[in-house]
């Protein structure tokens, strides 16, 4: 068994089995012979069986939230948002069922039409991290069902409660073995399971870039359609002309979500020359009023990092920023709280060249750069392997939209600090991934086109 451990005091929350290479395989089996059956079901009743598991997920979110601040270390407000969040994607997608549609084509000849079909890719596999375990989860499971395919989801080690509870509400609401199967146990044996396997068609991972690259390498083999949400180094670009209230409560909302153990974090806050120093001022006014805490209440607290590796990396970042210049302007070291909480922290007086700059940070901690020009600020925002999001504030209607053009990356968020919804394609460019999750691209990435001549006809 594997035991699941509280990251606020190190308590043991349950425990989920560790499943042998036989027990996964029979698991992908079902997933396989289920395929068939489920692929052919009325869209209609696919998107009813995911409503009626909205339904019953919904009615009981209270008890899914405290389950993941126990779990997750997130506060409870925060859990009850990821909920809806996540509740979002199923609703979305049993819907979206309904209107997978295919196309027709002006036919090139007289006697033929041209139709174009869209079909569930197959057998589908999940791999999901441990900073949103609900949402991920929903995320992926929703639109590979919609779509008509089956999917085998293995959740992070770290945080399987929340998952294994979203599938017996599932099996509730009458979606059935083989429709969606859950593992845990050895990440690599997993892994090599559901890569190898020629029958699962398509694999959806989010997790690290280090990871979806192996996990990439290995879809090779069969050409395997793949999706990777993968990590992020998010540029957050305050123009002086920017709505200064607005930005500075855009960005603390966004960094310290999940005590900023997000793959959408801002990571290089890029603050103009004129505002600069009053920003920095403000952003450490308020982050020093919100509380460092367990998260079983339900006003916002910063809670733990999720485990002594992750704490680890941000202190050393921190360490390294310090020793090569940076100023603290709050915090810079683990919290007095002790255990796996991390001071929230202002740095100032950054520059691109500190390892902190090229790392994805994944804690409390706001690192400020100053910058002169827009041509400077889009360089230095690009300058990174990745391109997942990046925050842009400014009133200059030219400019927001120049950078929306400018800025190497999947997501532009223009004047606010929230990116999520079910509504809207959510992805990367670079080594940030490929595929988009949400909205009716998301589906896009469960279904094989296919087109159909239809000749010989008499007209
Ligand atoms: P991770 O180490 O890559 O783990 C992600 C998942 O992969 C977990 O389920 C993990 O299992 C599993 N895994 C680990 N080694 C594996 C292997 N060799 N083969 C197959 N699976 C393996 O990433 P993490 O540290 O949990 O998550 C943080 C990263 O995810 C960050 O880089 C973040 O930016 C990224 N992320 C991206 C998005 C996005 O949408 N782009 C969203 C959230 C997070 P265990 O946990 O059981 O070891």
């Known amino acids: 068994?594997?035991?699941?451990?509280?990251?606020?005091?190190?308590?043991?929350?349950?425990?989920?089995?560790?499943?042998?290479?036989?027990?996964?395989?029979?698991?992908i089996d079902r997933t396989c012979k289920a395929f068939p059956w489920w692929s052919r079901k009325l869209a209609k009743e696919r998107g009813d069986l995911l409503r009626r598991w909205f339904e019953l997920v919904k009615a009981d979110k209270q008890a899914f939230a405290e389950l993941m601040v126990k779990?997750?270390?997130?506060?409870?407000?925060?859990?009850?948002?990821?909920?809806?969040?996540?509740?979002?994607?199923?609703?979305?997608?049993?819907?979206?069922?309904?209107?997978?549609?295919?196309?027709?084509?002006?036919a090139h000849a007289g006697n033929a039409e041209i139709l174009v079909f869209k079909e569930p890719a197959g057998p589908t596999a999940a791999i999901t991290p441990w900073n949103f375990p609900f949402?991920?989860?929903?995320?992926?499971?929703?639109?590979?069902?919609?779509a008509g395919c089956t999917m085998i989801i293995k959740p992070s080690e770290l945080t399987p409660l929340t998952g294994y509870k979203l599938l017996e509400y599932a099996r509730r609401a009458g979606i059935p073995e083989g429709v969606f199967e859950m593992v845990t146990g050895n990440p690599q044996e997993i892994g090599a399971l559901f890569t190898s396997d020629t029958r699962i068609r398509k694999i959806s991972f989010t997790g690290s870039t280090a990871i979806g690259k192996v996990l990439a390498s290995a879809c090779g083999n069969d050409l395997k359609k793949m999706?990777?949400?993968?990590?992020?180094?998010?540029?957050?670009?305050?123009?002086?002309?920017?709505?200064?209230?607005?930005?500075?409560?855009?960005?603390?909302?966004?960094?310290?979500?999940?005590?900023?153990?997000?793959?959408?974090?801002?990571?290089?806050?890029y603050v103009q020359d004129a505002i600069h120093d009053r920003f920095v001022a403000a952003v450490a006014e308020k982050v020093a009023m919100i509380r460092v805490d367990q998260g079983l209440q339900?006003?916002?607290v910063v809670g733990p990092l999720i485990n002594q590796v992750g704490l680890d990396k941000v202190a050393a970042l921190v360490e390294e920023a310090k020793q090569s210049g940076a100023e603290v302007v709050l915090g810079g070291k683990p919290h007095a709280k002790g255990g796996l909480f991390y001071a929230p922290t202002v740095l100032a007086g950054l520059n691109d060249d500190m390892?902190?700059?090229?790392?994805?940070?994944?804690?409390p901690v706001f690192p400020i750069y100053r910058f002169h020009t827009e041509d400077e600020v889009v360089r230095r925002a690009n300058n990174t392997e990745y391109g997942l999001?990046?925050?842009?504030?400014?009133?200059?209607?030219?400019?927001a939209f120049r950078l929306s053009r400018n800025i190497e990356s999947g997501m532009v968020i223009l004047n606010s600090g929230s990116v999520g919804t079910a509504s809207v394609p959510f992805g990367g460019v670079k080594h940030s991934g490929y595929g988009r999750e949400g909205s009716y691209y998301g589906i896009e990435e469960y279904v094989e086109v296919k087109y159909v001549l239809m000749g010989g006809l008499d007209r």
Not at 135 to 141: F, L, V
Not at 355 to 363: L, V
Not at 389 to 399: E, H, M
């Open 389 to 399: 999001v990046a925050y842009v504030f400014t009133r200059d209607l030219g400019r």
């Open 298 to 300: 339900q006003e916002f």
């Open 227 to 269: 999706t990777l949400e993968l990590g992020g180094n998010a540029p957050f670009i305050v123009f002086d002309d920017a709505g200064f209230d607005d930005a500075v409560a855009g960005l603390v909302a966004a960094k310290l979500r999940n005590s900023g153990q997000v793959c959408i974090s801002p990571n290089r806050i």
């Open 355 to 363: 390892r902190i700059a090229h790392t994805e940070i994944f804690g």
């Open 71 to 106: 779990e997750n270390g997130k506060c409870l407000s925060e859990a009850l948002g990821e909920i809806e969040y996540g509740l979002g994607f199923i609703e979305w997608f049993a819907e979206e069922a309904r209107r997978v549609y295919g196309d027709t084509i002006p």
């Open 1 to 27: 068994m594997i035991n699941v451990v509280n990251p606020a005091d190190g308590s043991v929350v349950g425990e989920v089995p560790e499943w042998s290479p036989a027990e996964v395989t029979a698991a």
């Open 135 to 146: 949402m991920m989860i929903t995320r992926k499971i929703a639109t590979a069902l919609a």
